[in-house]
């Protein structure tokens, strides 16, 4: 049992057995228990599931302060929520994909679950890959801090006309390379039909739901632009990085359901969450040149904890007389 012990990105290997054994018990739950038949999930459902998301995220977190000290649990949870409330905007990009496809609401946990999976996978490759760059390339933290900063800045700057994702190239261009059929064939991705050239000859063709899943997986490569930099900005430990997302994005798929019903009432959030990037990307500059290299983990947590919820509780109150009609 040696190779329990074995270094890996700076923790043991018993570590990341632990962390890996959990997202495995979530999907298998998820998929096997919660959703083994395809359906529609209501908003009630999906709430009483983010919580259990929530919690399972909560009691790691716990464990890391137990196992780690209060700094890794505080860095964590600050890396969590932020990932957490970036995934509200990722959100509302994917409730226009079903829409634009007009994927029914009893086959979207499909396209989700396979999306996540997806997610998750492409989200390790690219923390991978920064960890090592940063541990090589250490100015590259002040890179990542400053597109944080403008990032932030070019969110709360009034928003230009929204894109037609009909107009998605995109879109064209995989309707190019694959043959697509016109219409939805319940939940499958693909689908064996006569080929138009050949009437005679059966080939494989792709559905507009295989679509969809290709669009889900694009936009969080393009929404990990940002939440990569913003983590590495609060810590360059692998470790604390690759489970703080994970776990974040882990219940984005029953998250979804209950924000896709009220994405509306969240308008002032992106405010709030524009703040934090600037504070993540300005802290970098602040602990490097004027506080030797050292902020309390416990103050970014407040500080970005404190501002997301006054956005969240801001725009509730705004938009109190757009509550959703059904919690089915």
Known sequence: ??????????????????????????VLFD??????????????????????????????????????GSHSAMLYFTGFFIEKSLSLDNIFVISLIFSFFAIPRAFQHRVLFWGILGV????????????QVVANYAWTLQVFAAFLIFTGIKMLMPEGEEKDLADSKIIAFLRRVMRVTPNLHEEKFFVRAPNPSNPTQMVWWATPLFL???????????????????I??????????FTSNIFAILGLRALYFALSAMV?????????????????????????????GHIPPALSLFVTFGTLAAGV????????????????
């Open 313 to 328: 509780f801001y725009s509730m109150y705004k938009t109190r007389q757009e509550i959703p009609r059904t919690f089915s």
């Open 212 to 230: 969809t899943l290709c669009m889900v997986e694009l936009s969080d490569v393009i929404f990990a632009v940002d939440s990569v930099p913003a």
């Open 232 to 241: 590495f900005s609060i810590t360059s430990d692998p470790f604390i990085v």
């Open 31 to 68: 998929l096997g228990v919660l959703h083994k038949k395809g359906e529609e999930i209501g908003v009630r459902q999906s709430l009483r599931l983010s919580g259990f998301y929530i919690g399972a995220a909560c009691l790691f977190g716990l464990w890391l302060w137990y196992e780690l």
């Open 120 to 131: 998750l996978f492409l989200r390790g490759v690219m923390i991978v890959v920064g960890a």
């Open 264 to 292: 509306d009432r969240f308008h002032y959030l992106k405010y709030a969450l524009a703040m934090v990037l600037v504070f993540i990307g300005s802290k970098v500059f602040i602990a490097e040149y004027m506080l030797d």
């Open 1 to 26: 049992m040696d190779w329990l012990l074995i270094d890996v990105l700076g923790k043991p290997a018993w570590m990341w057995a632990v962390f890996l054994a959990s997202v495995l018990l979530l």
